[in-house]
Every structure is written in C-alpha cells, then in structure tokens.
C-alpha cells in the first residue's frame, strides 16, 4: 500500500481490549486523527440510512415519478430523495463532523475507534469510503473481566455488572467476526492484545504496512504509556485481582459454550 488509508477503523471486541491504545498509536502520527467513541451512534445512522436508501429504491421512485407527473395530484404518500441525494447528504454530515475537523488540525488520515462494532457496520462505512482499511482487536475475556471488576469497584457506580455483561456481549460479537473468513474486498488485519504487547516493533510495522503509514512517524513511547480510564484514574497503580478471586457471578459470565468455544478458537485458554 502505497498511499494512507483512509477512514482508518478500529473495531475493540469490548471495553478493556486495548483499542485506546491503538488509537493513541495511529495518532502518534503527525498525519492522523482517530476519533473516539460515540456509544456506536454513528453505527446507528449508518444503519438508519441504509434503511433510507432502501425505502427509496423500493418506493420512492414510483412516487418520484407520480410528483413529477401530476404533483400534488399524484401519489406521494413514499415521496423520497434518490439515492445520490441521500449518499451526499450523510457523506456532508461524516464529512463535517469528522473530516473537517481533523484537515483543520493538519491531519487528513481520519478514522474512527469503537468497541461496539462488527465488521457489518464496517462494510455500512466503506459504501461511503471505499479506501476504509479495518484493525480487529481482541483480548483474552479474562483479563478483560479483571479490568472490569476493578472499574466496578473502583469508579463510584459509574461503571455497572450491567455494563460489564454488555462488554462481554460485544466481545462474542466481535470475536465472531475475528474468526471469519477473509473478505477479499474488506482489507481487515486482525490483531490479539496480547501479541501487540510481546512484539511492539513487529505489530506497529505490521500496522503501518495494512494501514498505508511510515512506522518511523509512530511514537513507540505510546506503547509502554498506559491510560486506561478517565481523568481521575488515568495514571494511578492498579488494583487488579487474579482471575480465580473474582466474583463467582462474574465469571460465569464466561460459561456459556458458545463463549468458551470462541475462547478456545481465538487461542486462549480455557476459563477454569
């Protein structure tokens, strides 16, 4: 690849898995901004206007062309605008929310990061940007409920089970796609947690290479610099407990076979 990649999407298999680090890397490069989480909203407008794009193929044109007939007299009841004024619609809305922004500040490589996506939504995005290049992250659950359970405890009930059970909904989501096989026509590199961390050097050039970037522009410090929460906590020691003193209903929320399935087929141990 020649030339950057852009949108740049990152897609997190849940809260804890390591994508803000993956952010802070690619924005590491003086050419790049990826912005963070919307709660995948933008997912939603995606989605939404697919929907939109549907309803005027499959009804909008007989009423278009009932309008231009007979105006008001016709019948307009699915009245819509054609698909190209739909697609300039949400391209000038993408286009202004992030785009613009991001040229502002000298940085034309934009992308996204998000931990409730799947590839579906990735494909949605790259109907509008056909230069979108994918980063998949996945994590071993269990260090993910380790991180979660501390957030839990520690983050005065701003983080709740409910949200935790939400996060590992979104990592069998994910992980099913992580485990899919290759769409030639979405370039998507798949990437474990884990392996960034063991070879640091060997994954940001890996990195570089799927994504179109110099790795020499990356900063390598971004990887031994760690926030993993807000403000309050960003750079306090952590509190983590081991995996067999956690909370009986917390790891069950590994058990079921599916889940376990997908654990085994990722490469990681099974939950004892």
């Not at 799947?118 to 995005?125: E, K, N, S, V």
């Not at 020499?216 to 906590?233: C, I, K, N, Q």
Request: proline share 7%; glycine share 8%; charged share 25%.
């Amino acid at each position: 690849m020649t030339t950057p990649h852009t949108p740049l999407l990152i897609l997190a298999a849940g809260q804890r898995c390591g994508s803000t680090l993956l952010q802070r890397l690619l924005t590491s490069h003086p050419g790049v901004l990826i912005w963070g989480e919307s709660g995948g909203r933008l997912g939603r407008i995606l989605e939404a206007a697919e929907g939109l794009l549907y309803w005027s193929q499959e009804y909008g044109g007989e009423a278009r062309t009932e309008f231009s007939q007979h105006a008001h007299q016709g019948w307009m009841a699915n009245l819509t605008p054609d698909r190209d004024l739909i697609l300039h619609a949400l391209h000038r809305f993408i286009d202004t929310l992030y785009i613009t922004p991001a040229t502002d500040l000298g940085r034309p490589v934009w992308g996204l990061k998000e931990v409730r996506y799947t590839l579906a939504d990735a494909r949605r995005l790259q109907s509008l940007y056909p230069g979108l290049a994918v980063i998949l992250l996945i994590r071993d659950p269990r260090a993910i409920l380790r991180s979660l359970d501390e957030w839990e405890r520690n983050t005065g009930g701003r983080w709740t089970r409910e949200l935790t059970e939400d996060a590992i909904h979104n990592w069998q989501r994910v992980a099913e796609d992580f485990l899919a096989p290759p769409d030639p026509d979405l370039p998507v590199l798949r990437l474990r947690y884990e392996d960034l961390l063991a070879d640091p050097t060997g994954t940001s050039d890996t990195i570089a290479k799927h994504t179109g970037l110099n790795s020499e522009s990356f900063d390598p410090d971004v990887l031994t610099t760690r926030v993993y929460a807000g403000e309050d906590y960003a750079r306090l020691p952590r509190d983590l407990r081991d995996w067999p003193t956690l909370p009986a209903s917390l790891r069950r929320l590994l058990d079921p076979l599916r889940i376990r399935s997908l654990i085994h087929a990722c490469g990681y141990p099974a939950p004892e």
